[in-house]
């Protein structure tokens, strides 16, 4: 089982970026897709995710109306979209799973974890 995340990089705030991340060894659309983010010097927080029990999504607060989450059945992949980033949306991005079709908010308990992709937003 392994989850690979790409598509970070450097990008101007205002600009977008979207991130991918591909399954291999199980498909993702039994299992719920968290995008977390880790800020330098920062807990882990949950920015988008997607459950499989309800088909419902949900993205965080701080990035609602400006991040959306997607999958890509054919592709096996989840993407996060990013709209707008603002300079606060810096960190590394990580993509994980859970067979249960929930998604844990502080990612703990979560089955499958990526290696995670860096997004700097500059200002």
């Known amino acids: 089982v392994q989850l690979v995340e790409s598509g970070g990089g450097l990008v101007q705030a205002g600009g977008s970026l979207s991130l991918s991340c591909v399954a291999s060894?199980?498909?993702?659309?039994?299992?719920?897709v968290g995008w977390y983010r880790q800020a330098p010097g920062k807990s882990r927080d949950l920015v988008a995710c997607s459950m499989s029990v309800d088909q419902t999504e949900a993205d965080a607060d701080s990035v609602k109306g400006r991040f959306a989450i997607s999958r890509n059945v054919a592709k096996n992949a989840v993407y996060l979209q990013m709209n707008s980033p603002k300079s606060e949306d810096t960190g590394v991005y990580y993509c994980?799973?859970?067979?249960?079709?929930?998604?844990?908010?502080?990612?703990?308990?979560?089955?499958?974890w990526g290696k995670g992709t860096p997004v700097t937003v500059s200002s």
């Open positions: 060894g199980f498909t993702f659309d039994a299992y719920a």
């Open positions: 994980a799973v859970d067979k249960s079709g929930y998604v844990f908010i502080d990612g703990y308990g979560m089955d499958y």
